[in-house]
Structures are given as structure tokens and as C-alpha cells.
């Protein structure tokens, strides 16, 4: 019963929040300061935060009809269990908070049947209690607060309603913090307030890893670093070895120790960055709030950063943390070259070589290699693999025929993991078996182009409006906020299984209309891509910038998807333009971004081929769910 009241209490508050997700959301983010924001969701950098988004999608998805609403799951970017992977913040529950208290009465119990063997066991705990209590470590873990104000993606010139969340950091010296991404993502505000202080200080982004899920700070105030001693880095850690998970998470202002074990080491999902690198899987509690703080081994060495966690009425106590390994190349990258760069990738698809039959077909003499299927037109492998290629070594490492190599003594773990462990602009050593010779070829790694952006560099999505027609990029977070039955199926399946022909490729959609006598007719079109402008295929958003601007024929032809035409006459909707944006309140016409001068990204006499659905999945579902993973 209390239980159940604490639960409506809970319900009650966070219905006030900002988020447009629920609890089973992927987007995971820290912990609120407010009532205004979810006590148990809270989704600091959550671009699904707009409530005036919420409703409307849940009615969506109600008058959605079954069949669509299965052809809508079936094209989901991520797998049904890689969208269980939640950031940690995002994650709660109050029957899971009360399930401690609960077990820790009946212990109780228990053991007041043998009141000597209890007494012990309290000494024993509170001995324990104090180390922890009085650790130098913990004074190195604060507490971050972050004010947010993320984009409208729906309204492009404009921004959402600003929210705060609360989450954990902790000091790695010359006068640097570390926390998550999300924690800070689309920040306007950040303070830090170290442990027994009652002092907040304003902290600086210096470098964001969206991948990685890995943000680095700095205070530039001298008192706040007065006396400060920064953790100690250790080596990725054993199975079953004891793992302290430190930070400020959902119940309390003041620290909070769990203990647990490591339970797991593999490349994992990582869930804001959509990417696969590798992860330490622990049983200690992770809450909302302890995303961006330190796990720490028996010594006190940090071995990681708590991030997310994984949700599903099948498993229990699955929380996960970002090993050193991860982050000492994000911190690597920043110092060479003074930002992100991020984790590079082959860009090409392979197959497992399980089957006997199969590697006989393509003279592979042993039971090694993956198959190339597909080589990415933006990869820089592009000129050096060819499909039905065997890789069979990478930088002198075998490979083996489930696409997995030897990690430690009698581990072994997915190929991605080396590749991870290179930096923008390295050279990998590929061992490549073709037509049954064995040879070895360089390739250069650079970080992978997305057709469909997981996040909009900047912060700040493109826009163009022609006579009221709003043109915007398609983007994850758009898809996010539209949701995914108003963008419509077959613009979500080109998102989903399309690859970038070159650098700097976008697809571009009409995102609304705004109605006006100049485009009567066209009100109530929608998330309609524009695939030419008077006879000339579109590039990116900047390329149909540059083709309006230029164009001095009478009328402005816009092609569509499923071949729809709007002509609109040129000097009319010059004319026109003013009144629509003062009727409409938007302060220009496009974004800043397009009033810099035009570059073509491949040049103007390339002709662009038609894009073709199905060019190849681009997913980021487990190795063995299909058979195929793009590396």
C-alpha cells in the first residue's frame, strides 16, 4: 500500500514535467531540481523534453492502425533491445527505489535470530562504512547543475522551453572534470558544487563526445579547485571484481555510494550516441544523477563513469559504465587536436563466415574472417575493399569467423573493438583474403558519415523558408519530435536504410507550410522531401539555399517525393516574404548557417544518381541478430 502510494505521489509530481517521453524512453538524462522537470525521468539533454509534443504523439499513435503501427517498430534505427539501453538518468522507478528498503527488513529478520552473529555483522558494515565515509576519493565527485534550452526541430528558428536537471562529475586534474554528454547537452548554464560546499560554481564545456557519451569541464574560479585532489585512473577490470559507483542521484542533495561487481565486458550499446564501443556491465544501483559519476575499484582507482542503465521487465540491477579505456581516448583526441573528433570507422558492412560451404565458395582455408558485403561511398576504404573481400586480420590480429577477436587471456570480443582504439586519420593494416589470394592493404580511418544525423552540430537545426514553405534536414531528433507516423513511412525508410553518397549530403524536407495567399493550394503539405528545384537534384539544404538565391526564371519549381509539383512565381513570393515572417513572428527567413557563401561538396557538373531504397541497413543491431554489422 505504501508503495503503491508513493507511486501516485511520484506520477503526480512528474506529470508536471517537461518531458514528452515515458519512463520506458530511450533518452535518459539527469536528475531534476524541480517539480517543473521529472523527479524520476529527469532528461537534462533530452531533445524529446517539449510537452506540447507529448500529447499529440500519443494521440498519433493511438489512430495509428495496428499494421502501421508494426511497420513503424519494424524500421526502428535500433533493435527492440538496444532500445532497452537507457542513460541513467532516464531511468526510475519507484517500486525499484523501494525494493532495497524492503529486502534490507527482511535481512533484518533474519538475523536477529543468531543477535551475535548480527552484532558482528554491523561492526563489520560500519568499519566499512567509515573507510568509504572518510575516502579522499569522494571529495573529488561533485555535483553538476545544468540549465537547458534545446532546439525546436519543428520550429527551427526558434527554441524550446528551457528546463534543469542535476547530475555528477568528478576531477581529473589540470583543473578538468569529466561527466556525460547528456548531462550537458544543450546547455546554456552549467555550475558544480563540490562535496560539503554550499557553494555553487559556473562551469565551461570544453568538449562534448556524443558517441561516447563524454563531456569534459572546466571552473575557472581558483577557490573552487582550492585543496582539490583528482582521481586516479586504473586498468579496465576483472569479472566479479568489487565496483563503487559514487555521485548525487534522485533522493537526496548529498553523496550516494552503491556497491557491486563487475558482471560484464563487451562492446555494448551506447544509447545517446547510437554508437557500439566498450562497456562495463555492473549489478551496483545506477539512479537518476549518477550519470557522470566515477566507479571506483577496491584501491580507489576510477575505472569508469556511470551512463546508463538497461530496463526490461526480464532482467534486474543492470547498470553501465563507460571503462577508461573509452575515455582515455576522448581525452586523448581532445588533446590532439583541441576537439572531438570522434571514433572512426571502416564503413563497410560484414557477414559472419560461420558456414563451411560459405568460406569454401570464397577459398577461405580456415575457420577465420568476415565477409565485406558493403563498402560505404563516403568510407575511406571506398578505393581499397571490394565487396566478397574475407578480412582476416586487422593490425595483425586474426579475426575470426563470428567477426570476434581475442581480448586479455581467455576472453574474446567483438571485432568493432580495435577499430575503436584508432583515432581520425590513423592507418589500419588489413589482412584481406580476394579470389583466394591472401594479401594486405592500408586503409585510413575517419569517423562515419550518417545520412540522418543522430545530433545537429551547433545545436541549432538548419532552415530556409521560400514564400512560407519551411525546408529543414531530416534528423533523428526531428523524426523524435515529429514522430515517426507524421514523418510517414517511406520518408522513414529512406532514413533508415539509405547510405550518404558523399560528405555533406542531406536529405531535405518540406517540414510545413505557412499559409498564405502566395501558396494557396500547398497548406497542408507536410514532411514531404524536395528531391530537384527547376530541374536541379538538391545536395543539402545550403545547395537549395544557393539554387533560390541564383534562380531568375519567372516561377519556382519544386519537386517532391511521389512526383508533386509546387510552382510558385518568383517575385510574388519575394514579395510576399516580409508579411510571412512578420505574421508569423520568425526573425529571418533562413538560418545563419546558409547566409555563408555556397561550396559544393563534389562539384557542380557531377550528376547525382537517384537514391534507391534498401541501399544497405544501416543499423546498430547486435552482430548476431542477422548476420550482418556494419564496422
Avoid at 10 to 18: H, I, K, V, Y
Avoid at 104 to 122: D, E, V, Y
Amino acid at each position: 500500500m505504501a508503495i503503491a502510494v508513493a507511486s501516485c505521489w511520484f506520477n503526480a509530481l512528474t506529470s508536471t514535467g517537461d518531458s514528452r517521453h515515458k519512463v520506458s524512453s530511450r533518452r535518459l538524462l539527469s536528475s531534476p531540481q524541480t517539480a517543473a522537470t521529472r523527479l524520476i525521468i529527469p532528461k537534462a539533454a533530452s531533445k524529446s523534453q517539449n510537452p506540447k509534443n507529448r500529447n499529440p504523439k500519443e494521440h498519433a499513435r493511438k489512430s495509428s492502425s495496428p499494421e502501421k503501427e508494426a511497420n513503424m517498430q519494424n524500421l526502428s534505427r535500433r533493435s527492440r533491445d538496444e532500445r532497452q539501453f537507457l542513460k541513467a538518468d532516464d531511468y526510475g522507478d519507484i517500486e525499484d527505489a523501494e525494493q532495497p528498503q524492503s529486502t534490507a527488513f527482511k535481512s533484518f529478520g533474519t538475523q536477529r535470530k543468531n543477535a551475535k552473529g548480527f552484532m558482528g555483522n554491523l561492526k563489520d558494515q560500519q568499519i566499512e562504512t567509515d573507510k568509504i565515509q572518510d575516502a579522499s576519493f569522494l571529495n573529488a565527485v561533485v555535483k553538476v547543475y545544468c540549465t537547458h534550452t534545446a532546439p525546436d526541430y519543428s520550429l527551427p528558428w526558434q527554441k524550446q522551453r528551457q528546463y534543469t536537471s542535476t547530475g555528477s562529475a568528478f576531477m581529473i586534474g589540470d583543473g578538468k572534470l569529466l561527466t556525460n554528454a547528456h548531462c550537458v547537452e544543450h546547455n546554456t548554464q552549467v555550475k558544480v558544487k563540490r562535496r560539503g560546499d554550499d557553494t555553487k560554481y559556473v562551469a565551461k564545456v570544453l568538449a562534448k563526445g556524443m558517441e561516447c557519451d563524454i563531456a569534459l569541464l572546466t571552473v575557472e574560479n581558483e577557490s573552487f579547485w582550492k585543496g582539490a585532489e583528482p582521481l586516479q585512473f586504473g586498468h579496465l577490470p576483472r569479472l566479479q571484481d568489487p565496483v563503487t559507483v559514487v555521485g548525487y542521484p534522485l533522493g537526496g542533495d548529498t553523496i550516494s555510494v552503491t556497491k557491486g561487481v563487475v558482471s560484464r565486458i563487451e562492446v555494448t550499446s551506447y544509447a545517446h550516441g547510437s554508437a557500439e564501443l566498450l562497456g562495463i556491465q555492473i549489478d551496483a544501483a545506477i539512479n537518476p544523477g549518477n550519470s557522470g559519476g566515477p566507479a571506483f575499484n577496491d584501491q580507489g582507482e576510477c575505472i569508469g563513469v556511470a551512463f546508463q542503465v538497461y530496463r526490461s521487465d526480464d532482467v534486474e540491477n543492470i547498470g553501465y559504465v563507460i571503462p577508461t579505456t573509452v575515455v582515455s581516448h576522448f581525452l586523448d583526441d581532445y588533446e590532439r587536436n583541441g576537439k572531438y573528433t570522434g571514433f572512426p570507422s571502416l564503413g563497410i558492412l560484414l557477414q559472419k563466415l560461420e558456414n563451411p560451404a560459405l568460406r569454401a565458395c570464397l577459398k577461405v582455408p580456415s575457420n577465420e574472417g568476415v565477409l565485406v558485403r558493403r563498402v560505404e561511398p563516403t568510407s575511406g576504404a571506398r578505393n581499397v575493399l571490394k565487396e566478397g573481400d574475407v578480412i582476416v586480420s586487422f593490425d595483425g590480429v586474426e579475426v575470426g569467423s563470428e567477426g570476434t577477436v581475442p581480448f586479455r587471456s581467455t576472453e574474446r570480443i567483438a571485432f568493432r573493438y580495435l577499430i575503436s582504439q584508432k583515432f581520425t586519420g590513423d592507418i589500419a593494416e588489413l589482412g584481406i583474403i580476394r579470389s583466394g589470394a591472401f594479401m594486405k592493404v592500408n586503409t585510413a580511418m575517419n569517423p562515419r558519415v550518417h545520412l540522418v544525423p543522430y545530433h545537429i552540430e551547433g545545436g541549432q537545426p538548419s532552415y530556409l523558408i521560400v514564400a512560407g514553405l519551411v525546408f529543414t534536414p531530416l534528423s533523428e531528433p526531428l523524426i523524435d519530435e515529429e514522430c515517426e507516423d507524421s514523418i510517414g513511412l517511406k520518408l522513414l525508410t529512406k532514413a533508415r536504410y539509405s547510405m550518404a553518397k558523399f560528405k555533406g549530403e542531406q536529405i531535405v524536407i518540406l517540414s510545413q507550410v505557412l499559409a498564405n495567399e502566395v501558396n494557396i493550394g500547398y497548406e497542408d503539405m507536410s514532411n514531404e522531401q524536395v528531391l530537384k528545384f527547376n530541374g536541379t537534384r538538391i545536395k543539402n539544404i545550403h545547395h537549395l539555399a544557393h539554387l533560390v538565391d541564383s534562380c531568375t526564371d519567372k516561377y519556382l519549381i519544386f519537386e517532391f517525393e511521389d512526383n508533386y509539383l509546387a510552382v510558385l512565381e518568383r517575385e510574388a513570393s519575394s514579395a510576399a516574404s516580409p508579411c510571412i515572417l512578420k505574421d508569423y513572428g520568425i526573425p529571418s527567413e533562413r538560418s545563419s548557417d546558409l547566409l555563408e557563401p555556397y561550396v559544393d561538396p563534389i562539384g557542380e557538373n557531377q550528376v547525382l544518381e537517384h537514391h534507391d531504397l534498401g541501399d544497405g541497413p544501416v543499423t546498430n543491431s547486435d552482430f548476431g541478430f542477422d548476420g550482418l554489422q556494419w564496422a
